[in-house]
Nanobody, 127 residues
Framework: QLQLVESGGGLVQPGGSLRFSCAAS????????IGWFRQAPGKERAGFAT????????NYADSVKGRFTISRDNAKNTVYLQMNSLTPEDTAIYYC????????????????????WGRGTQVTVSS
């Protein structure tokens, strides 16, 4: 059974950092591109970072570029999200998602559809 489990959420002060993990199981992780999405209160879920299945290519929303870094370790079936310089606007439920686009170098668009989703983890940025 394909499963994605996010961890690393919590409460952090403005300017702080968090590191997320998305652990995958039940499928051939090497073939799947991964995306990170978030849903802020009263807003629609939106993608902000994606990474190709090989890990060689990434894509970021302007709102997180330079602050967030997506990476992956295929040997550990895990994708990471390093988030720095957090602001209250980053408060949201964060989700990872996976999809097999058939090409290891392909990096998904931020609004591209993904097939499999984690349950999400809450991040609250507040003093």
């Amino acid at each position: 059974q394909l499963q994605l489990v996010e961890s690393g959420g919590g409460l952090v002060q403005p300017g702080g950092s968090l590191r997320f993990s998305c652990a995958a199981s039940g499928f051939n992780f090497d073939n799947y591109a991964i995306g990170w999405f978030r849903q802020a209160p009263g807003k629609e879920r939106a993608g902000f970072a994606t990474i190709s299945s090989s890990g060689s290519s990434t894509n970021y929303a302007d709102s997180v570029k330079g602050r967030f870094t997506i990476s992956r370790d295929n040997a550990k079936n895990t994708v990471y999200l390093q988030m720095n310089s957090l602001t209250p606007e980053d408060t949201a439920i964060y989700y990872c998602a996976a999809a097999d686009y058939g090409r290891r170098w392909y990096v998904p668009r931020l609004n591209q559809e993904f097939d499999h989703w984690g349950r999400g983890t809450q991040v609250t940025v507040s003093s």
